[in-house]
């Protein structure tokens, strides 16, 4: 089945537009997701909407409200909120670009893949991915979708492009309140090269086809196994090594250096070889 596209129009840079599709780059399917079920009946659970003291309500009883303090509402009509929805424009205008390292990793919020519309747009399309791939830059526009505007950032990848939605700056926490009470301290030469030699031994390109989810792989399992039982008793496995439950205290520079130890490479065995006697 096609991708179907999130969003069509155009990519404008100053005087330029080209026409692309952008598309999610992700799956929703992927993980495993459950319903509640009324075991006697085997039949799923329904929700109605209920107010307390007053029981279920009717869908048209029910309107939208933000609240303002514990209990009291703002109460909006659908007409007003759609009155101050922002115009879903066509067109994304990139308004300023940046160093890629300039955007901190807690703003990227989800990645599309960007493809011009039609051949036409192909050549003004291969342009702007090259001159950002020149540049080491970053193009960042807004777009408006479903009411909404969402920041965005742009960069080459591959023979395309990869949109990411960035979360807006009212949206991030500030991490400082969760360090304040770590001790400003440098760590002891010997621990800190022990730790480094670790990371260099465990370093390797990243490949994502090396980790796998194996909570969701033992649910497939599970669900599989469970399908084809005919007894319906539970099924319960033990969920493997469990974490040492003796003392916490730890001897780190004991620890890291059986650390090192354990992952160094077996050393080469030198091979004497005997001279033949003439």
């Not at 205290?249 to 490479?265: R, T, Y």
Request: net charge neutral; proline share 5%.
């Amino acid at each position: 089945m096609a991708a179907r596209a999130y969003w069509q129009g155009q990519i404008r840079l100053a005087l330029v537009s080209i026409p692309v599709e952008i598309y999610a780059a992700t799956k929703s399917g992927a993980r495993i997701s459950f319903n509640q079920i009324h075991e006697p009946s085997g039949k799923r659970i329904a929700y109605e909407k209920v107010v307390p003291g007053i029981g279920p309500v009717d869908r048209d009883e029910i309107i939208r409200g933000y609240e303002v303090s514990k209990g009291n509402y703002v109460l909006l009509e659908d007409e007003e909120i759609e009155a101050v929805k922002v115009e879903s424009k066509r067109t994304l205008e990139l308004v300023q670009f940046v160093d890629a390292c300039e955007i901190d990793p807690l703003y990227f919020e989800k990645p599309y893949y960007v493809a011009p519309q039609d051949d036409l747009a192909e050549e003004a399309f291969v342009v702007l991915r090259e001159a950002l791939r020149k540049a080491k830059k970053v193009a960042l526009g807004q777009l408006s979708v479903q009411g909404q505007e969402k920041l965005v950032a742009i960069k080459p990848c591959g023979k395309g492009l990869l949109l990411e939605t960035l979360r807006y700056e009212d949206e991030v926490r500030g991490g400082q309140e969760f360090f304040d009470g770590i001790e400003d301290a440098k760590p002891k030469k010997e621990l800190l090269d022990l730790a480094t030699a670790l990371i260099d031994q465990k370093t390797a390109p990243f490949d994502p086809g090396e980790f796998h989810d194996r909570y969701s792989d033992a649910l497939r399992k599970l669900i599989a196994r469970k399908a084809k039982s005919k007894t319906g008793k539970a099924i319960i496995e033990d969920a493997g090594d469990t974490a040492d439950k003796g003392s916490n205290v730890i001897d780190l520079m004991a620890a890291l250096k059986q650390s090192v130890g354990q992952d160094k490479p077996p050393a080469k065995k030198s091979v004497t070889r005997k001279r033949k006697s003439a």
